[in-house]
């Protein structure tokens, strides 16, 4: 077997020479790691400092998964913009023109992106109006598609889908229902414990609350496309998404006000694997791993932080070298195996398909229980948040209407869960 620099300072990591810190050394490496400002804005909501002010970036979470209806095809969702209330719809629910939303390809078994998909949007004017989509695919195919306008009713418009006869492809983008679900709040009393008490944090606050879910009554926008799975197939059946916002290196404002771009495109968020920055990279470096590459990962920029983290919440060296094998060796990358069968209603529910079974991550999978049990060892581990508030839909693109503003007389509850 032929050991990279990476599997080696994993390695390294890993032995008792390295681990055998007192518990004064130990709690002053551990602080480095999960200061006070250490957040879990879980799966990748607002998850670093820049992305804090820079909204229109901020990549909440990555899915991939083959479409139910038609294994031949791959569903790609990327939803950014997290938190939209649906009182704000016709100013919030606008894609940003400046920015290329891209889903990174790696089809050869490494961490090097090998093709992608591309969308652009139009200038967004807000209220009902439409944008345009531009969206590039490997080999050059362009397809142009709208996007589905808000409203301020109480019912929500009808998604519009485009389908592309000549290249096969279908595509959405709109405001939705967050399709994320988590006890945020839960979770970040967890980390914080943490600091208090390092290598030893109090897992029960996790579940505390009795289930809660931060995301429930707020609204993302959700870029969708489903293409063939050929289209994306490599050397093997088994296919790597990672997701990314980029912006030009340069932006300037015109005396009209109109922000627009120039340069080289530059990535300001990521999002492969879910949890991997909010819940394993220290606050100093957040910001770094967003512009960081999935090549960055391999070659060991952030695993030092990464092992630390993963010591800090108590978590065994087995376990460890799993997370790193995800999360690491080959780039932080979302793992899609084109052979493992995908069924069943809100876009696929099999219990041997989806995540953690090679199937990428489907939107009702439990990303949140499944993550934080492999990081407690495989002792069961979880927020009591077990699923979304609303029901996906059965057909592309598989998420679930936006919250609306209530009608009159329907009482005080917007579905939000603080």
Same mark, same amino acid.
């Given at each position: 077997?032929?050991?990279?620099?990476?599997?080696?300072?994993?390695?390294?990591?890993?032995?008792?020479?390295?681990?055998?810190?007192?518990?004064?050394?130990?709690?002053?490496?551990?602080?480095?790691?999960?200061?006070?400002?250490?957040?879990?804005?879980?799966?990748?909501?607002?998850?670093?400092?820049?992305?804090?002010?820079?909204?229109?970036?901020?990549?909440?979470?990555?899915?991939?998964?083959?479409?139910?209806?038609?294994?031949?095809?791959?569903? #790609?969702?990327?939803?950014?913009?997290?938190?939209?209330?649906?009182?704000?719809?016709?100013?919030?629910?606008?894609?940003?023109?400046?920015?290329?939303?891209?889903?990174?390809?790696?089809?050869?078994?490494?961490?090097?992106?090998?093709?992608?998909?591309?969308?652009?949007?139009?200038?967004?004017?807000?209220?009902?109006?439409?944008?345009?989509?531009?969206?590039?695919?490997?080999?050059?195919?362009?397809?142009?598609?709208?996007?589905?306008?808000?409203?301020?009713?109480?019912?929500?418009?009808?998604?519009?889908?485009?389908?592309?006869?000549?290249?096969?492809?279908?595509?959405?983008?709109?405001?939705?229902?967050?399709?994320?679900?988590?006890?945020?709040?839960?979770?970040?009393?967890?980390?914080?414990?943490?600091?208090?008490?390092?290598?030893?944090?109090?897992?029960?606050? #996790?579940?505390?609350?009795?289930?809660?879910?931060?995301?429930?009554?707020?609204?993302?926008?959700?870029?969708?496309?489903?293409?063939?799975?050929?289209?994306?197939?490599?050397?093997?059946?088994?296919?790597?998404?990672?997701?990314?916002?980029?912006?030009?290196?340069?932006?300037?404002?015109?005396?009209?006000?109109?922000?627009?771009?120039?340069?080289?495109?530059?990535?300001?968020?990521?999002?492969?694997?879910?949890?991997?920055?909010?819940? #394993?990279?220290?606050?100093?470096?957040?910001?770094?791993?967003?512009?960081?590459?999935?090549?960055?990962?391999?070659?060991?920029?952030?695993?030092?932080?990464?092992?630390?983290?993963?010591?800090? #919440?108590?978590?065994?060296?087995?376990?460890?070298?799993?997370?790193?094998?995800?999360?690491?060796?080959?780039?932080?990358?979302?793992?899609?195996?084109?052979?493992?069968?995908?069924?069943?209603?809100?876009?696929?529910?099999?219990?041997?398909?989806?995540?953690?079974?090679?199937?990428?991550?489907?939107?009702?999978?439990?990303?949140?229980?499944?993550?934080?049990?492999?990081?407690?060892?495989?002792?069961?581990?979880?927020?009591?948040?077990?699923?979304?508030?609303?029901?996906?839909?059965?057909?592309?693109?598989?998420?679930?209407?936006?919250?609306?503003?209530?009608?009159?007389?329907?009482?005080?509850?917007?579905?939000?869960?603080?």
């Amino acid at each position: 077997m032929t050991f990279t620099r990476t599997d080696r300072r994993i390695g390294r990591l890993l032995t008792r020479e390295n681990l055998g810190l007192t518990a004064l050394a130990g709690a002053m490496a551990l602080a480095t790691v999960w200061t006070p400002s250490a957040r879990l804005d879980a799966s990748d909501h607002i998850d670093s400092p820049s992305i804090t002010q820079d909204r229109g970036s901020d990549l909440t979470d990555t899915y991939a998964f083959l479409d139910p209806n038609d294994n031949a095809k791959v569903v #790609l969702i990327m939803s950014t913009q997290g938190f939209v209330v649906s009182g704000e719809h016709f100013g919030m629910a606008i894609f940003d023109h400046n920015i290329r939303y891209r889903f990174e390809i790696e089809n050869t078994g490494d961490a090097q992106p090998d093709t992608f998909v591309d969308v652009t949007y139009s200038k967004g004017l807000g209220r009902t109006m439409n944008q345009m989509a531009t969206v590039r695919l490997p080999g050059g195919a362009e397809v142009m598609a709208p996007t589905t306008p808000s409203n301020q009713e109480y019912t929500p418009p009808p998604p519009i889908v485009t389908s592309d006869e000549g290249t096969r492809v279908t595509f959405y983008a709109g405001v939705a229902d967050d399709p994320f679900f988590l006890d945020d709040t839960g979770a970040n009393r967890m980390v914080g414990s943490s600091i208090m008490n390092p290598g030893n944090p109090d897992k029960s606050l #996790l579940a505390e609350r009795g289930g809660r879910d931060t995301y429930a009554g707020f609204n993302t926008l959700i870029t969708a496309v489903s293409v063939p799975a050929d289209m994306l197939r490599g050397k093997s059946n088994v296919i790597g998404v990672n997701a990314v916002t980029q912006r030009r290196t340069n932006q300037s404002i015109r005396p009209t006000g109109e922000v627009v771009g120039s340069g080289d495109w530059v990535t300001v968020d990521r999002d492969g694997g879910p949890l991997v920055n909010n819940g #394993l990279i220290p606050p100093p470096r957040k910001d770094e791993y967003n512009a960081a590459t999935t090549m960055d990962d391999a070659n060991g920029r952030f695993a030092d932080d990464i092992v630390k983290s993963l010591r800090g #919440l108590g978590t065994d060296d087995a376990h460890i070298a799993m997370l790193a094998e995800a999360a690491v060796l080959k780039g932080d990358i979302l793992r899609l195996d084109l052979t493992v069968p995908n069924s069943g209603p809100q876009g696929g529910n099999n219990p041997d398909g989806g995540f953690g079974k090679m199937g990428g991550r489907r939107l009702i999978d439990d990303v949140v229980d499944i993550v934080f049990t492999i990081i407690n060892n495989d002792e069961p581990l979880g927020d009591k948040v077990d699923g979304n508030e609303v029901a996906f839909r059965n057909e592309f693109p598989f998420v679930a209407d936006p919250a609306q503003p209530f009608p009159p007389g329907s009482g005080p509850d917007d579905r939000t869960r603080q």
